[in-house]
Each structure stands twice: as structure tokens, then as C-alpha cells.
């Protein structure tokens, strides 16, 4: 199957910025997307950012002009520069990774990120 294991949580305080990786490995050929969901406690679990295997990339509104994702097919990595970070954008973040033909996500184990006031 699709393993995927992301790095680069930690604490940084408000204003600071944050790079996290996610390694994709197993069986991803005919990768459709990755990006990044995020869930904070007693939240719903929002969809951070994606980007298509054409390179297109879409954003939470609440990140847009803050936080950058990137790819790197030949590595199969996708990133998540996140710069200005605020209280608010606390949470665990995961990596996610859709194929062409699959109906479901794969899901990494997340990594924490949180920022103090």
C-alpha cells in the first residue's frame, strides 16, 4: 500500500515559520494529489492545502499568502512552508496522498505544530 511520513512539526512562536515534509513510499504511482489536512482539539479537521500532480495548487482561506506547498515528484515528497503563523493555526498536521482510481485517502500519522502567543 502507501506510506506517508511527515516531519517538521514543533513550537515556534507567533510570526515564526515552519517548513513540514511529507515522504511518500509503497505503491503510489498514479498519484492524483497530496496536501495537507489539519486538525486542532475539539475541531474539525480542515483541508490546510493540496496540490495536483499538474501542479496546481488550492488553500484554506485562512492560509492563503502564509503558507506555500510544494512538490518534488522525482522524491515523492510534498512540503508545507508556513510563515506568519499564528495561535490559531495550532494543530496536528497531516499529510494525505490520493492515486487516480482510488475513492479513499491515504493518511500519515501527523505531526504537531504549535504556536505560542
Known amino acids: 500500500q502507501v506510506q506517508l511520513v511527515e516531519s517538521g512539526g514543533g513550537m515556534v512562536q507567533a510570526g515564526g515559520s515552519l517548513r513540514l515534509s511529507c515522504a511518500a513510499s509503497g505503491k503510489i504511482s498514479s498519484i492524483r494529489l497530496m496536501g495537507w489536512y489539519r486538525q486542532a482539539p475539539g475541531k474539525q479537521r480542515d483541508l490546510v492545502a493540496f496540490?495536483?500532480?499538474?501542479?496546481?495548487?488550492n488553500y484554506l482561506e485562512s492560509v492563503k499568502g502564509r503558507f506555500t506547498i510544494s512538490g518534488e515528484t522525482a522524491k515523492n515528497m510534498v512540503y508545507l512552508q508556513m510563515n506568519s503563523l499564528k495561535p490559531e493555526d495550532t494543530a496536528v498536521y497531516y499529510c494525505?496522498?490520493?492515486?487516480?482510481?482510488?475513492?479513499?485517502?491515504?493518511w500519515g500519522e501527523g505531526t504537531l505544530v504549535t504556536v505560542s502567543s
Open positions: 496540490i495536483t500532480n499538474s501542479g496546481t495548487a
Open positions: 494525505i496522498l490520493n492515486r487516480w482510481g482510488d475513492d479513499m485517502d491515504y
